[in-house]
């Protein structure tokens, strides 16, 4: 079942000017990982936060388990359509502990749930920490903790590895694969990176100025292209998409 | 030994007070403990409590409305909000005072229209909380404002995104993490409070620095001021000494700003007319009300009062405005350049010694001046007399060279913060290329440090020069007999009961501070 449905979605800022996203559609099925991968200005960010609800469209249509929540008509609040999301600083309240941060979306059995979260991303012990006190790896897993605590629809990852370091990156990678897995939820995350998407997508969506190019699985992305810039997405990496999936995995 | 020249020049005023506490209270002192210290520490607590929560209000509300939300007017209103800081808090509570007179304005508004409505007395310790709160109020907006601009977008998006209404996120997220700004808000406005002298006195509320005058002039016995003054200067440090604290206990707030700010809402229907209301009220009360007061005031007494005495005294002012921001700037100059070249390890112990001045009230500044001053003076007229035979009168109290000295002292922190953060912002590299170029440190400074500092510069002059014309406790203590200022006039006015007498010089020390802080904005700008 589809969990995601995009029809036409276009966004465009100053007044029409400039186009961040034209006649994108797709859908995403129940409990799969999505990448959406494009370089820096393709509408990645602007695509995650129309989903989210931080942005209006312009023209077409996001539904969310059937519903539509956003339309020319329709405007559903981010509340409503019960996603959550990652942002790429992670946007953890730094006056609040990591056991205040984690409740802090959450309305019944706060404690109880604090707690399973931080089993989940295996930080048990760092309840009265300051985010300031944590590491870049830790945060993000309190960030991913706090938003999985609100128990979303969809969850939704800006650039989550983007400020991390090589060797964080891919332990990270593999730890934030096993979380949203174990969690069974339906994320779409977004990576300039091609390995990022190789390594936890099960789906990946190639963005390009404003326009969705191709959409599939990695292995139908690297045996068959049908843009030349998915295929220089692929060839940049020299060896096979499927050779690194496998060290990855 | 340097260092020690500089603390010694500005810490002298607070060094005087501390050695004349040896001298032990004056014989008054009884007296101002049984029947006064209650009074003066009960006002004083009194405004304090006052003053922080309605600036609070007034401040951090409106701040948060114009940084947040688009709704008519929005543009202007975030200027006029900041313009109540271009009237002197005295002059706003004489504007007031009319306004509520028996025979005010309200009451000649209200039979014009035939209705009877009650006098509403603000001469009182509440009238005067809400009368400078309303001038004081300014400090919190831009402290908070300039916080709630740079405040991270992602963070109050994740807080909705996690399920929270915009009120919640207001208060758990964005205040909670600008409050050491409106907290230094705050603190500045608590020490202005503390520093006033003509509001208080003009509404007969008694606090430390009314004491403070009264124990000099009136039972004349600087002990007992002095011991005051030391209470006062104490209760100021305490209220730093708290701010800092609390500062250090929340550091983990430190480098929340976000290259991505928050986005403004547009308010729709009934909403944006209700902010637009909500956020006229401190601008309309603080600066449109006491200027349409003061501009009709000088209509009634434009021909007694406009005349070749006022041009003299007008010239005056400005002259000690000019002089007094040009040397301040200049001295504030010289300490970070030769910290700076001297590559000395107490530079911030010297910033922190500088930015004494502005903590302590202008009243106990002079006392502190004075003292030193009249014994140099003492010595000087015995040692001419002695040694050469010639009589000469005080060189320096009772002349300009003291009430400068004293401004220089009071104001070196409002010079010396845009000139240093300037020259930190310029850095070290540009200076060290040119060194390694061969040209010397001197020409480095003229060539390129000093046109790169003018922004600095000009920011620090304006300032200075806005706080001159405004000064008053000070200036009242220190002034040559023959020289007039005209926040000293316009004190006179409203102190013989003239107080419509006194709209136009208020008004020309307003027009000159509004007329600075529009250049400031447009420096500041480019």
Known sequence: ?249 | MYTLTIVLFIALPILTIVVKLFDGPGEMWDHVVTYLMATYVTNSLFLIVGCTFLTFVLGVFSSWFVTRFHFPFRKILEWLLILPLAIPSYITAYAYAGIFDHSGSLQILFKTIHIQFPRIDVMNPVGLIVVLSLSLFPYVYVSARAVFLHQSRTLMETSVLLGASESRTFFRVVLPLARPAIVGGLVLVLMEVLNDYGAAKYYGVSTFTTGIFRSWFALEEPETAIFLSAILVTLIFGLIAIEKWQRRKIGYVDGVKSSKTITRITLKGFNKYLVCCLVSIPAFFGFVLPVMQLIYWAFLTFNSVFNTEFFGIAFQSLGIALVTALLTTTTAFFFIYFVKWNKLRSVRFISKITTIGYAIPGAVIAIGIMIPTLALDKYLIVFFKSNFDISISLLINGTIVALVYAYIVRFLAVAYNPIEASSLKIGNHLSESSKLLGITAFKTLLKIELPLLKTGFLSAFILVFVDVMKELPLTLILKPYKVQTLAVKAYEYASDELIAESALPSLFIIFAGVFFVLILNRIIRK
Do not use: W
């Open chain 1, 1 to 249: 079942m589809d969990i995601l449905t995009l029809n036409n979605v276009t966004k465009s800022f100053d007044n029409g000017k400039n186009f961040a996203l034209k006649e994108i559609s797709f859908s995403l099925e129940e409990g799969k990982i999505c990448a959406i991968v494009g370089e820096s200005g393709s509408g990645k960010t602007t695509l995650l936060r129309l989903i989210s609800g931080l942005e209006t469209l312009d023209y077409g249509s996001i539904a969310i388990k059937d519903t539509v929540v956003s339309s020319t008509s329709v405007m559903r609040t981010s509340l409503d359509r019960n996603v959550g999301m990652v942002f790429q600083d992670y946007a953890l309240f730094p006056h609040l502990t990591v056991s205040q941060n984690i409740g802090y979306g959450i309305k019944k059995e706060v404690e109880d749930k604090v707690k399973e979260m931080l089993q989940l991303v295996d930080l048990v012990g760092y309840e009265n920490r300051y985010p300031s006190q944590l590491s870049g790896g830790e945060q993000q897993r309190i960030a991913l903790a706090r938003t999985l605590a609100a128990s979303p629809k969809l969850l939704l990852l800006d650039e989550p590895f983007s400020s991390l370091d090589a060797s964080l990156r891919s332990q990270l990678r593999s730890e934030v694969h096993a979380i949203v897995k174990k969690a069974g939820i339906t994320a779409i995350f977004i990576t300039h990176d091609t390995i990022d998407a190789i390594a936890i997508a099960d789906e990946v969506i190639i963005l390009k100025e404003g326009r969705l190019l191709q959409k599939g699985t990695i292995e139908e992305l690297n045996s068959n292209p049908t843009d030349s810039y998915v295929t220089s997405v692929f060839s940049e990496l020299k060896i096979s998409a499927s050779t690194i999936l496998k060290a990855l995995r």
